[in-house]
């Protein structure tokens, strides 16, 4: 499994983007996937997480209310980012977990990695 990820740029503060990630191979419907972003001098951390089904998901304190992570379609999850903000400015990575319950919900564990995007935003 690849994963791809994409959709990143540099963006103004209160601006939008929407970052992409798909697989080749099997389909991220069968994984719960996540998105994970890291700051230069920072570590990793957990942005959002969706279901294997969808139905649940979870986002980061630090984007709640502006991020939203949904699947569309049987090979798409989609971050769609609004009102970003300086401190959004990151490498954007999309993961997928194997071993995964249809309503799970997972912070550790991803087999797979997106190759990363950067998300830049500055005036």
């Known amino acids: 499994v690849q994963l791809q990820a994409s959709g990143g740029g540099l963006v103004q503060p209160g601006g939008s983007l929407r970052l992409s990630c798909s697989s080749s191979g099997r389909t991220l419907s069968h994984y719960a996937v996540a998105w994970f972003r890291q700051a230069p001098g920072k570590e990793r951390e957990i942005v959002a997480v969706?279901?294997?089904?969808?139905?649940?998901t979870h986002h980061s304190d630090s984007v709640k209310g502006r991020f939203t992570v949904s699947r569309d379609g049987a090979n798409l999850v989609t971050l769609r980012m609004n009102s970003l903000k300086p401190e959004d400015t990151a490498v954007y990575y999309c993961a997928a977990r194997d071993r995964a319950i249809s309503s799970g919900i997972y912070y550790t564990g991803y087999d797979y990695w997106g190759q990363g995007t950067q998300v830049t935003v500055s005036s």
């Open positions: 969706i279901s294997r089904s969808g139905g649940s």
